[in-house]
């Protein structure tokens, strides 16, 4: 069983920059893929960014080229680096990671609030 903890989001104002982290817990880390979901009020829960193989990355339309999603093997920890936020980014953000299986995202974090306001 992979634990997956996220840090606290907040409250920032736009083209504020916030970092989500994301520690998940045993072994292979290095073997996890590891991905950040987001879900808005009154929205179905959308794929952010992902990261496999420490090297390929996938980041959606609406965050590319101001999300940036990393990790840090030695710590067992996923980041999302969230620059120039915009308050059609609140949401609360999901981490999600495969434990290695190269299957579906089974484990998930408690999820964090991001809201963007000024």
């Known amino acids: 069983q992979v634990q997956v903890v996220e840090t606290v989001g907040g409250l920032v104002q736009p083209a504020a920059s916030l970092r989500l982290s994301c520690v998940a817990s045993?072994?292979?880390?290095?073997?996890?893929?590891m991905a950040w979901f987001r879900q808005a009020p009154g929205k179905e829960r959308e794929i952010v960014a992902t990261?496999?193989?420490?090297?390929?990355?996938y980041h959606a339309d609406s965050v590319k080229g101001r999300f940036t999603i990393s990790r840090d093997d030695v710590k067992n920890t996923a980041y999302l680096q969230m620059n120039s936020l915009k308050p059609e980014d609140t949401a609360v953000y999901y981490c999600?990671?495969?434990?290695?299986?190269?299957?579906?995202?089974?484990?998930w974090g408690q999820g964090t609030q991001v809201t963007v306001s000024s």
């Open positions: 045993g072994p292979s880390f290095g073997t996890y893929a």
């Open positions: 999600a990671t495969d434990g290695g299986s190269g299957e579906d995202y089974e484990y």
């Open positions: 990261n496999w193989g420490g090297v390929t990355t």
